[in-house]
């Protein structure tokens, strides 16, 4: 198993990926299509604040995980597993491949929303230390990630944790 960049040869690839998800990935990853077309635009794509992995098994995607606004300090994240490797550990890795990104390249975290019912996606953010923050105006759990602790305010140049934030 390989997480590498999206390539321009990938369309295939990445149409095969869609083309497999069930209902379950449908409703909470692709209604619309709208992640499908949005991971397809990559081959045309100009802004380029956007940048998006896969997971490939014996030359198969088997996972996609991406983030976007990677010029702020606070990039959004996005993650589909295929159906045959749900519940393997592959979202973890995904997460922890996009989090390596992250840190590397300073960032101070990492935000995300996802549906109220999917149990499955709060379990595996939980799991990857993402807090629940609310719900966002879309109506969805709002989750973030910080990689800075808080735990020295003053070796930090931080301000003190403040209650609520
Ligand atoms: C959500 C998703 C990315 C998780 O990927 P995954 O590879 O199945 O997850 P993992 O195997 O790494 O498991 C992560 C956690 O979820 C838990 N989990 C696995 N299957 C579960 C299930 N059916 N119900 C609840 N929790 C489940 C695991 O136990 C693990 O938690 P733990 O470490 O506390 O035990 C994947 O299932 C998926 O693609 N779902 C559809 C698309 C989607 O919902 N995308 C996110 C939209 S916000």
Redesign the pocket.
Known sequence: MNIRPFEKSDVSKIEAFFDQ?GA??R????TNDVNRNFALKFVTEKNKSIIRWLAEDDGVMV??VFLWDIDTTLPWL??????Q???????????AHAHEWATANNKGGVI????ES???????????GYEFHGIHPSG?RLYIKRFIAFEDPEREGRLPVIPGF
Not at 27 to 30: A, H, R, V
Not at 118 to 128: A, D, F, I, P
């Open positions: 998800m379950e990935t409703k909470f990853f692709n996972g996609y996005g993650i589909a597993v295929h159906d490797y749900k519940g393997k550990g592959l979202g973890k890795r995904l997460i995300l929303i996802t549906a999917n149990e499955r996606g709060q379990r595996l953010y939980e799991s990857m969805e």
